[in-house]
């Protein structure tokens, strides 16, 4: 049966976090609406979810698989990379072609190589710990959740969770700090997500993901209001255990879910959509600094041509590399979300 929840709230965040970026590249979050300023303050927790989500669907697809450490990173980079590397290449090629789109881009090709290979490293341009296409910075956080969790594929599925807690805290508690890697960058305490995922995924699997529509409806509700006022407590805390409410609520929904190949479609084009939107709301922007055009009217020009190009992308880019990878390692992956059966 398809987790077509866990596919609907993940096209719910990609296009969260598209709003959110729309606020900040055409605003820099100097906004005085009510649902602008939502998007501004709010609309970040999206990547919150999405690491729920990573957790959940790794422990889900590995838990009863006889996969090696090495094929589990075969795939995830064979999923994850190739469209990944395309875009930072294609930003590359567009901060060299029309600089002006991107003015506080700076191309170092150190800084690009890091890039490429999933290292945070101190973005040449000034504003912290950044990919040259930034918004990679969290799929820095998720290579580093699948090492961590190839190495723990060798116990067994009922002791992972232990395993992948005592390796982060591991490197992010102890090596990273005392190293100093990345400026701190693997301190942050949102790598937590990837775990509230696995107890999410554990508790799925044991059956316990069951009640009727009123328990996890409420769930929501909470969930929405715990990430509205927000609390001065860490990042984990404070979006990280509502957005693990989110997703153990949908996935308790999943039975009003199935059959709707719309939200399925849009689950799969999320990761397209995370990765593109940038660069077309910096080209919308650098459009309307030249014509004088409204920002708010080039918002919806934003949308479809990002829902276009992430349509386009997940068929042509993402597939098709992922399958002629796929067929050159001779594995079947068993974490692609669209393929589960629980």
């Not at 055409?26 to 709010?42: G, H, N």
């Not at 060299?96 to 090709?109: D, G, K, N, Q």
């Not at 969290?138 to 723990?152: G, I, P, R, S």
Request: charged share 15%; with cysteine; net charge neutral.
């Amino acid at each position: 049966m398809m987790l077509i929840s866990v596919q609907a709230l993940r096209a719910l965040a990609a296009w969260v976090v598209v709003g959110h970026h729309f606020i900040q590249v055409f605003f820099e979050f100097d906004v005085d609406t009510p649902l602008a300023y939502l998007f501004a303050d709010k609309g970040g927790v999206g990547v919150d979810i999405f690491f729920v989500i990573s957790g959940l669907v790794i422990f889900l697809a590995t838990v009863d698989k006889a996969l090696t450490p090495w094929q589990f990173m075969l795939m995830r980079l064979a999923r994850i990379a190739p469209a990944y590397w395309f875009y930072t290449l294609l930003m590359a090629l567009l901060v060299l072609t029309v600089p002006s789109m991107f003015p506080e881009a700076r191309l170092v090709p150190s800084h690009v190589l890091l890039s490429l290979l999933f290292i945070p490293a101190e973005n040449p341009g000034g504003y912290g710990v950044y990919p040259l296409l930034d918004i990679g910075w969290t799929l820095n956080f998720e290579m580093l959740f699948y090492v961590l969790f190839a190495f723990a594929l060798w116990v067994r599925g009922s002791y992972r969770l232990w395993a992948v807690a005592g390796l982060l805290y591991l490197v992010c508690c102890i090596i990273g700090p005392a190293l100093n890697l990345a400026s701190g960058f693997y301190s942050n305490d949102i790598v937590l997500e990837f775990l509230m995922g696995i107890v999410i995924g554990m508790l799925y699997r044991r059956g316990l993901c069951r009640a009727r529509a009123w328990l996890p409806l409420s769930g929501i509700a909470l969930a929405l209001a715990a990430i509205y006022h927000g609390a001065d407590v860490p990042r984990a805390l404070e979006w990280g255990l509502p957005s693990a409410v989110l997703v153990i609520s949908c996935v308790t929904l999943e039975p009003y879910f199935q059959g709707s190949r719309v939200l399925k479609m849009l689950g799969d084009c999320s990761y397209s959509v995370y990765l593109i939107h940038v660069l077309v709301l910096c080209a919308g922007l650098w459009v309307v600094k030249r014509t004088g055009i409204d920002p708010y009217a080039m918002l919806p020009v934003c949308i479809v041509l990002t829902a276009l190009c992430a349509f386009a992308s997940y068929h042509w880019l993402e597939k098709s590399t992922y399958r002629t990878l796929k067929r050159w390692f001779g594995i079947e992956d068993p974490t692609v979300l669209s393929r589960q059966k629980y």
